[in-house]
């Protein structure tokens, strides 16, 4: 094996067929990968997280667990026209917009993605992403499952988490529990979750949030991230 780090495997080597593809196509040595890799280790880039799953999964919960524990990420806040709930405060569960507002933000490109979720309009707004990136905290969109398979076809790199009940009956139970909805409402909810479950095995992970398991769930959501972020190969992330 050549002592120079920038030398090319020979056409047809064992080395050329096995060595790390770069960003720009190309392949790298065995050493100037493994450096690369070492130095990634040492200083890991942000990652972008989403997480998603059918309503009644949890997803609001494990996130309000993570700031507990003071993890550095920043929660992309959604956009969104319904109504507030209460208990539910602007600018931290949701950002509550008008449809005009709304409409703006969508002719302006300020939306990383957009659509109607039960009736009501939701948006990822851009900004929040890439400030969040340039600042290296790790990026989490908690997102509807719509919503996330356009992420994931705008973020190649994005780590994307499906998250999930034990079974359907627990997860109508929560939705029944949540008492939030008019029961045409929640009829169409439990029929979109049964839905969305089979779309489970297009994200990278599946991770089962039982009752009163939370913690577990986060410990579980933090342990990906850091696998994630000691992998050889980096998931580039750009917007």
Do not use: C, W
């Amino acid at each position: 094996m050549p002592d120079n780090a920038n030398a090319v495997a020979e056409p047809g080597s064992h080395e050329g067929r096995d060595a790390p593809v770069t960003h720009d196509g190309a392949h790298a040595s065995p050493q100037a990968a493994s450096a690369v890799a070492i130095e990634r280790a040492l200083n890991p880039p942000p990652l972008v997280v989403v997480l998603s799953g059918p309503s009644g999964v949890g997803k609001d919960e494990i996130l309000n667990e993570l700031k507990k524990r003071d993890y550095p990420f920043h929660l992309v806040v959604t956009a969104t026209t319904r109504p507030q709930r209460p208990g539910e405060v602007d600018g931290e569960d949701y950002l509550f917009v008008s449809m005009a507002d709304f409409a703006e933000l969508v002719q302006n490109d300020e939306l990383l993605e957009h659509a109607v979720v039960y009736g009501d309009y939701k948006g990822i707004p851009k900004q929040q992403v890439r400030d969040a990136l340039a600042s290296g905290k790790d990026v989490i969109l908690r997102i509807d499952v719509q919503g996330a398979r356009t992420v994931r076809r705008l973020i190649d790199g994005a780590v994307s988490i499906f998250m999930i009940a034990e079974d359907l009956d627990e997860l109508e139970r929560r939705l029944r529990e949540r008492k939030s909805e008019p029961p045409d409402r929640l009829k169409m909810r439990i029929a979109t979750a049964r839905q969305e479950l089979r779309q489970a095995a297009e994200f990278d992970y599946v991770i089962v949030n039982r009752r009163d398991q939370v913690k577990h769930t986060v410990d579980t959501i933090i342990a990906i991230i850091i696998a994630e972020k000691h992998r050889t190969r980096a998931r580039p992330v750009s917007l």
